[in-house]
C-alpha cells in the first residue's frame, strides 16, 4: 500500500521537525508542532509516517548517513584541510545558538542514548564523522599542515572528543560564544602538531654561521 502523498517532501517534514525540536524537548514536543511547521496536518503526517516517533525514526536514520554530504559541503567551502576541520568544530556550535537550545539538544542526546534502535543510528553517524576527520588530517599531514610523526588516528579521536567535551564545557561557563569556545579548544589539540614553516632566509643565514665557524 502506497503511503499518501503530500504537498512536501520527507526532507520538508524533516527540516520542519528540526525546527520543532529547536524550541520544544522531546517531553513537549508533539506531532501537531512538526505538522504546523511543515504547513500539513498531523492527520496527513501520521498517515504518512504512522507516528512521531516514526517519523523521528526516519528522521535519525537519514542524520545517521548524513556526514558524508556535510564534510563534502565543508570541503568545498574551505581549501585548506585544517580549515575543514574547524569549520565543522564552528558547526557544531549550531546546537547551542542559546543554553537553552543546547540543554534541549542534549535532552534528545539523552533520549537517543537510552533508545536502541536511535543509538545504532547515532553511532553510525559517529564513525562516519571520525572516519571524515581523519581523512582531513591525513590530508593535512600530505599538505604540510601537519607534522608527519603525528598519529592520526589518535588525533581523529581527541579531535571529535574535544569538540563534544568543548560544547560541554562551555555550557557550563557560558562565558562568550560557542563557536568561539570551541575552536580555541581545538587549537589548543592542533598547536602541538602543526608544521611551522620555516623563516625566509634561515637556511642560508645557518649555513654563513656554520662557514665562519670552519674559517676560524
Not at 539538544?105 to 539523552?110: D, E, G, H, K, R
Not at 536511535?118 to 559517529?126: D, T
Given at each position: 500500500?502506497s503511503r499518501?502523498?503530500?504537498?512536501?517532501?520527507?526532507?520538508?517534514?524533516?527540516a520542519?521537525?528540526?525546527?520543532?525540536m529547536?524550541?520544544?524537548?522531546?517531553?513537549?514536543?508533539?506531532?501537531?508542532?512538526?505538522?504546523?511547521?511543515?504547513?500539513?496536518t498531523?492527520?496527513?503526517?501520521v498517515?504518512?509516517?504512522?507516528?512521531?516517533?516514526?517519523?523521528?525514526?526516519?528522521?535519525?536514520?537519514?542524520?545517521?548517513?548524513?556526514?558524508?554530504?556535510?564534510?563534502a559541503?565543508l570541503?568545498?567551502?574551505n581549501?585548506?584541510?585544517?580549515?575543514?576541520?574547524?569549520?565543522?568544530a564552528?558547526?557544531?556550535?549550531?546546537?547551542?545558538?542559546?543554553?537553552?537550545?543546547?540543554?534541549r539538544?542534549?535532552?534528545?542526546?539523552?533520549?537517543?542514548?537510552?533508545?536502541?534502535?536511535?543509538r545504532?543510528?547515532?553511532?553510525?553517524?559517529?564513525?562516519a564523522t571520525?572516519?571524515?576527520?581523519?581523512?582531513l588530517l591525513?590530508?593535512?599531514?600530505?599538505?604540510?599542515?601537519l607534522?608527519?610523526?603525528?598519529?592520526v588516528?589518535?588525533?581523529?579521536?581527541?579531535v571529535?572528543?574535544?569538540i563534544?567535551?568543548?560544547?560541554?564545557?562551555?555550557?557550563?561557563?557560558?562565558?562568550?560564544?560557542?563557536?568561539?569556545?570551541?575552536?580555541?579548544?581545538?587549537e589548543?589539540?592542533?598547536a602541538?602538531?602543526r608544521?611551522r614553516?620555516?623563516?625566509?632566509?634561515?637556511?642560508?643565514?645557518r649555513?654563513k654561521?656554520d662557514d665562519?665557524?670552519?674559517?676560524?
Amino acid at each position: 500500500m502506497s503511503r499518501p502523498r503530500l504537498k512536501v517532501t520527507d526532507e520538508d517534514v524533516f527540516a520542519a521537525a528540526q525546527r520543532a525540536m529547536s524550541r520544544r524537548g522531546p517531553h513537549e514536543l508533539i506531532l501537531a508542532d512538526i505538522a504546523r511547521e511543515a504547513g500539513v496536518t498531523a492527520g496527513r503526517l501520521v498517515q504518512r509516517f504512522g507516528s512521531k516517533r516514526a517519523l523521528l525514526t526516519a528522521l535519525s536514520e537519514r542524520f545517521a548517513g548524513s556526514a558524508s554530504a556535510v564534510f563534502a559541503g565543508l570541503r568545498a567551502a574551505n581549501r585548506a584541510p585544517l580549515a575543514t576541520v574547524r569549520a565543522y568544530a564552528i558547526c557544531m556550535a549550531d546546537l547551542a545558538p542559546t543554553p537553552e537550545a543546547l540543554l534541549r539538544n542534549l535532552a534528545y542526546l539523552q533520549r537517543d542514548l537510552t533508545d536502541d534502535v536511535l543509538r545504532r543510528h547515532l553511532v553510525e553517524n559517529a564513525r562516519a564523522t571520525r572516519r571524515e576527520i581523519k581523512s582531513l588530517l591525513r590530508a593535512a599531514v600530505e599538505r604540510g599542515e601537519l607534522r608527519r610523526t603525528v598519529d592520526v588516528g589518535t588525533l581523529a579521536r581527541t579531535v571529535e572528543t574535544v569538540i563534544g567535551g568543548s560544547l560541554m564545557s562551555w555550557a557550563t561557563y557560558r562565558d562568550g560564544k560557542a563557536a568561539d569556545w570551541i575552536a580555541r579548544d581545538l587549537e589548543a589539540v592542533l598547536a602541538p602538531w602543526r608544521k611551522r614553516p620555516r623563516p625566509r632566509g634561515a637556511t642560508a643565514s645557518r649555513g654563513k654561521r656554520d662557514d665562519k665557524k670552519l674559517r676560524r
